[in-house]
């Protein structure tokens, strides 16, 4: 899993900047196998919607962690990574395409 760096956002509603810490980091079971993670502006309480994950998005995380690890292994052995990183993107917008599906079901 990625390192969280607790950027500092600004909430769209009241303005007020904050530290996304990952203890604001809510998960949510919106349908059968369906998460919804978001946060919470700590002042007005506006919900932000992280992403949606279902099982398939899931196993694409787990594919690009593998792919980061060969990715880094690659560069250390001077070997070429390009089609490593085009898989890699390939999971990522496909990810992002299954979100956007959730978003516009289950809001945004």
């Given at each position: 899993m990625a390192t969280f760096k607790n950027p500092v956002v600004t909430c769209d509603k009241c303005g007020k900047d904050f530290k996304l810490k990952q203890n604001r980091l809510k998960i949510e079971i919106v349908k059968e196998n369906i998460e919804r993670t978001y946060f919470k502006c700590p002042k007005c309480k506006h919900k932000f919607i992280v992403m949606y994950k279902d099982q398939e998005i899931k196993e694409n995380l787990k594919k690009m962690d593998n792919i980061k690890v060969q990715i880094q292994k690659s560069?250390?052995?001077?070997?070429?990574?390009?089609?490593?990183?085009?898989?890699?993107?390939?999971?990522?917008?496909?990810?992002?395409?299954?979100?956007?599906?959730?978003?516009?079901?289950?809001?945004?």
């Open positions: 560069i250390n052995e001077k070997k070429n990574t390009k089609k490593l990183i085009g898989r890699y993107e390939e999971l990522y917008y496909n990810n992002l395409e299954i979100s956007e599906k959730y978003k516009s079901l289950y809001g945004r």
